[in-house]
């Protein structure tokens, strides 16, 4: 026998499109993109971001110069605003609000709905219990009120339903709340990545480090380093003001215990400066940020900088201030570099130590500090002379000295190295390049602001998404129908308990809802429920 085949009708493009949109807006979709969300993101940490680190950028396009100007073409060096990530990023936003919405407007159409009517065969329910009650002691109708009313009393929304040749029935169904949650949890998901996105596009960060008697004002040039959002304006910066009083820490000083000398706890404290308003108080800790101007300011760091008075060969002051020592150890042994580019008659270079606890003798070992509390404050320094190269237009680390153009004036190999504690506070550099003078110390912090306009929409919408998982964890949508019937001068209640789902709490909620009948009408059972078995028949006295 022939067989023909049709081919199948085309969709069109209207079709397409509603194809298209269901796909789109189904949950393994939505997990889809996540996935591909988180495995977009992986370049951003493997190359250097235009947005954060340019002069990086173009440093690695140079060194890379086939690979890198390809990367650049497909964005990897501005992979957050990528039309790739933002492409990802939109489609999993429109998937989870395609998923949700049409569920959040069945479900409140079901919960307008009465329960489902009475199945005709209720011994086929997963759980199923009957009792027989004599027939002058109970009508149907009766009967299926007090079910009614016991089912109300244990949260269900109740219907009676008259099914004629005096039959009488209830459904009842609760649970709804579980839907709820699980819509919650999606919506809170959705907040999420708002959150997210809003604070990637309109946030900011910024770091600066600030010494004791310093005030940083909150403008682009007082950062040291700051990273804007995507979308962030510099001119939207609220310009207050912050002044380190001072810095104190506190150490472990018990002389039996094993972190003996460590520091214990940090205190900061600060002026602050809003426009318009007066002067505030406030102290900064690890963990304690100061709110101030819609931003948060986090205590990151902390450390020495020794003051110094560099004077040249022409016998002017060529440098007065604090240098910021970056600490290398637990006992703060931290590394100084300062440049010195208006000294004549040619620019100095230092780069060496300083030690809060110094502990050094020339040709006795490398120096070192023995305790991060400045007992015994002490500068071991290398001096240089020539062309320090700030010139030549290319960005330098202030925390580099670059020596190739420099010539060395002391060196610790060589063993004049230039050392000052509180007995030699002044060492005369050779060649007639002047002086240096150690003239104390100051504390310093390392201060984190951010800016982050989604934090709260993220807070919240976390808050929400746990109660609607844990609502549509523990909360059990459930189904119960009731009929009652008399024959032979037998009253018939019989009754089964449906679960949306796996409910292992199911068969329980049969034996309190028998023990609530059997205390409503007064019976004692010849023989006790079982919850092992889905079906049984119950006597009542």
């Known amino acids: 026998?022939?067989?023909?085949?049709?081919?199948?009708?085309?969709?069109?493009?209207?079709?397409?499109?509603?194809?298209?949109?269901?796909?789109?807006?189904?949950?393994?979709?939505?997990?889809?993109?996540?996935?591909?969300?988180?495995?977009?993101?992986?370049?951003?940490?493997m190359f250097p971001q235009r947005i954060q680190d340019p002069a990086k950028v173009t440093d690695y396009i140079k060194t890379h110069p086939g690979w890198g100007e390809f990367a650049d073409k497909i964005q990897l060096f501005d992979v957050f605003s990528s039309g790739w990530f933002s492409a990802i990023?939109?489609?999993?936003?429109?998937?989870?609000?395609?998923?949700?919405?049409?569920?959040?407007?069945?479900?409140?159409?079901?919960?307008?709905?009465?329960?489902?009517?009475?199945?005709?065969?209720?011994?086929?329910?997963?759980?199923?219990?009957?009792?027989?009650?004599?027939?002058?002691?109970?009508?149907?109708?009766?009967?299926?009120?007090?079910?009614?009313?016991?089912?109300?009393?244990r949260r269900y929304r109740v219907q009676i339903r008259e099914e004629g040749d005096g039959q009488y029935s209830v459904g009842a169904e609760r649970g709804y709340l579980r839907e709820v949650g699980n819509i919650l949890f999606h919506v809170?998901?959705?907040?999420?990545?708002?959150?997210?996105?809003?604070?990637?596009?309109?946030?900011?960060?910024?770091q600066k480090i600030l010494v004791e008697g310093e005030t940083f004002v909150n403008s682009l040039i007082g950062y040291d380093s700051f990273t804007p959002g995507t979308n962030y304006n510099p001119d939207w910066l609220n310009p207050y003001a912050v002044t380190l009083?001072?810095?104190?820490?506190?150490?472990?000083?018990?002389r039996d215990s094993h972190t003996y000398g460590q520091d214990l706890d940090y205190n900061a404290q600060l002026t602050v400066q809003n426009p318009g308003s007066s002067p505030e108080q406030k102290t900064l800790k690890v963990n304690e940020p100061v709110d101030v101007g819609g931003t948060s300011v986090f205590?990151?760091?902390?450390?020495?900088?020794?003051?110094?008075?560099?004077?040249?060969?022409?016998?002017?002051?060529?440098?007065?201030?604090?240098?910021?020592?970056?600490?290398?150890d637990g006992k703060y042994t931290s590394s100084v570099v300062l440049k010195v580019p208006d000294a004549r008659p040619a620019q100095l270079g230092f780069v060496g130590m300083f030690l809060p606890t110094g502990s050094y003798e020339r040709g006795a070992g490398i120096p070192h500090s023995v305790d991060s509390a400045p007992a015994n404050p002490m500068l071991v320094l290398?001096?240089?002379?020539?062309?320090?190269?700030?010139?030549?237009?290319?960005?330098?680390?202030?925390?580099?000295?670059?020596?190739?153009?420099?010539?060395?004036?002391?060196?610790?190999?060589?063993?004049?190295?230039?050392?000052?504690?509180?007995?030699?506070?002044?060492?005369?550099?050779?060649?007639?390049?002047?002086?240096?003078?150690?003239?104390?110390?100051?504390?310093?912090?390392?201060?984190?602001?951010?800016?982050?306009?989604?934090?709260?929409?993220?807070?919240?919408?976390?808050?929400?998404?746990?109660?609607?998982?844990?609502?549509?964890?523990?909360?059990?949508?459930?189904?119960?129908?009731?009929?009652?019937?008399?024959?032979?001068?037998?009253?018939?209640?019989?009754?089964?308990?449906?679960?949306?789902?796996?409910?292992?709490?199911?068969?329980?909620?049969a034996e309190r809802i028998t023990d609530a009948f059997a205390a409503r009408w007064g019976l004692e059972f010849a023989e006790e429920p079982s919850s092992e078995e889905p079906t049984e028949k119950t006597e009542g006295k």
């Open 245 to 254: 009083n001072n810095f104190q820490v506190r150490y472990d000083r018990q």
């Open 89 to 153: 990023y939109l489609l999993l936003f429109i998937s989870l609000i395609g998923c949700v919405t049409p569920r959040a407007i069945k479900h409140a159409k079901d919960w307008r709905k009465p329960p489902a009517r009475t199945p005709k065969n209720l011994s086929r329910m997963p759980v199923h219990r009957t009792i027989d009650i004599d027939a002058d002691a109970l009508t149907p109708q009766a009967a299926i009120e007090d079910a009614a009313a016991i089912l109300r009393k």
């Open 1 to 45: 026998m022939a067989r023909t085949h049709t081919d199948a009708p085309a969709l069109g493009i209207t079709g397409m499109l509603r194809w298209g949109w269901t796909q789109l807006t189904k949950m393994n979709t939505a997990l889809l993109l996540l996935l591909l969300l988180a495995v977009a993101a992986v370049p951003g940490s």
């Open 382 to 509: 290398q001096s240089y002379s020539g062309d320090l190269g700030l010139n030549s237009g290319q960005p330098q680390n202030v925390y580099v000295l670059d020596t190739s153009k420099l010539t060395a004036l002391n060196s610790m190999a060589n063993q004049n190295g230039i050392v000052l504690d509180a007995q030699h506070r002044i060492a005369t550099l050779p060649e007639g390049n002047g002086t240096i003078e150690f003239m104390g110390y100051k504390r310093y912090v390392g201060m984190e602001v951010r800016h982050d306009p989604g934090q709260n929409i993220v807070l919240y919408s976390f808050v929400v998404a746990f109660v609607g998982l844990i609502v549509s964890l523990f909360v059990a949508r459930r189904r119960v129908w009731v009929r009652a019937s008399t024959n032979e001068g037998v009253l018939t209640v019989e009754y089964g308990l449906l679960a949306r789902g796996e409910d292992p709490r199911l068969a329980a909620e």
């Open 299 to 328: 205590l990151s760091g902390n450390g020495y900088a020794p003051i110094v008075k560099v004077t040249d060969g022409e016998g002017k002051v060529a440098y007065e201030g604090p240098v910021v020592a970056l600490p290398t």
């Open 188 to 206: 809170a998901m959705i907040g999420i990545l708002v959150g997210v996105a809003v604070g990637s596009l309109f946030g900011y960060r910024g």
